[in-house]
């Protein structure tokens, strides 16, 4: 079955930098578009990033491009996002996602705070 396990968040200060990495199995990985998305408390769900299966095309919301970088290894089925420049309005939990067959699978979520 199709796992996602997101890792990599924690609190860190304004101005600093995160790693997340999203390990995924149980599909052909190499062969779909990933997504990255965030909730912030009291707020909707909204898309971050995407990246294309080969990795070819990338995408970012307003709010996080130029700060914020989608990668892929496909090699080891883990999709990255690399946080630079972090705000406290960048804290959320951010969840992995993919669309297979008709059907949007989430990871668990990993909690980024953004606090001095």
């Known amino acids: 079955q199709v796992q996602l396990v997101e890792s990599g968040g924690g609190l860190v200060q304004p101005g600093g930098s995160l790693r997340l990495s999203c390990a995924a199995s149980g599909f052909s990985f190499s062969s779909y578009t990933m997504s990255w998305y965030r909730q912030a408390p009291g707020k909707e769900r909204e898309l971050v990033a995407t990246?294309?299966?080969?990795?070819?095309?990338?995408n970012y919301a307003a709010s996080v491009k130029g700060r914020f970088t989608i990668s892929r290894d496909n090699a080891k089925n883990t999709v990255y996002l690399q946080m630079n420049s972090l705000k406290p309005e960048d804290t959320a939990v951010y969840y992995c996602?993919?669309?297979?067959?008709?059907?949007?699978?989430w990871g668990q979520g990993t909690q980024v705070a953004v606090s001095s």
């Open positions: 996602n993919v669309a297979r067959l008709g059907r949007t699978f």
């Open positions: 990246i294309t299966s080969a990795g070819g095309t990338t």
